[in-house]
């Protein structure tokens, strides 16, 4: 796959019509991870795991730098509404974190000196950027851990509660029982009064 930014902006843009600064930094941190832990694009589950911070055009532009896709297991999103990513080396369960610069904002018109809005000059500075000025990178320990993440893949509890089937060890166990995050109250949903009614419209339309 690619490594050149252009061809890599082209791919990205081309999902969405546009282009726009988070897409570039999307790139930018996406190879950026693939070279502090020596991977290929694409990466491999046997290889990597990145965790995406937060949806939307970030997360093409780490997607077409890297590889990863949510249905390989090699790319999460956990949204807490950030422009960063964690790449985890799955053989040393080293990890990395790696955001922009708290100044890329400011330092990117340094770069475009010749455009007037602020938008775009961040859209050029940001593809031409050396990555000690536009990007930021911790060591960081998983938590949960890459393990934890990864899981065992014929792993599968049913749900004591609900009775719905609990894949890669997500459950919750308290007092013995086994029960899924919802039935845990630890889900993102209130199950709405009506909804049976919804079960039936779900048979109406498999006829
Ligand atoms: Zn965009
Ligand atoms: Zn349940």
């Known amino acids: ?3 050149c930014i252009s061809d890599l902006l082209i791919q990205s843009s081309a999902r969405h019509d546009h282009l726009c600064p988070r897409q570039v ?5 996406g190879l950026a991870g693939l070279a502090a832990l020596e991977l290929d694009s694409p990466v ?3 290889k990597a795991l990145i965790i995406i911070e937060s949806d939307g055009c970030f997360a ?7 590889g990863a896709t949510i249905g390989h297991r090699t790319l ?12 985890a080396d799955v053989r040393t369960g080293r990890a990395v974190r790696i955001s922009p610069e708290l100044n890329a904002r400011e330092r990117a018109l340094i770069y475009a000196p010749d455009e007037p809005h602020r938008y775009f000059a961040q859209l050029q500075g940001y593809q031409v950027m050396p990555d000690t000025e536009l990007l930021r990178i911790q060591e960081v320990e998983l938590h949960p ?3 934890e993440l990864i899981s065992k893949p014929l792993a599968r509890v049913t749900c004591d509660y ?4 609990i894949i890669n060890e997500r459950e919750v166990v308290r007092d013995g029982i086994s029960l899924c995050r919802t039935c845990a109250n ?3 949903y209130l199950l709405k009064p009506g909804s049976a009614e919804l079960r039936a419209i779900l048979k109406h339309q498999c006829k």
């Not at 609900?162 to 089937?165: M, S």
């Open 186 to 188: 630890e889900g993102y």
């Open 1 to 3: 796959m690619s490594l």
């Open 76 to 87: 999460r999103v956990n949204d807490f509404g950030k422009i960063a990513a964690a790449f």
């Open 145 to 147: 851990t890459l393990e």
């Open 162 to 165: 609900c009775g719905e089937e």
């Open 25 to 29: 930094l999307g790139v930018r941190i």
């Open 60 to 66: 093409d532009g780490i997607e077409v730098a890297t």
């Open 44 to 46: 491999h589950k046997s």
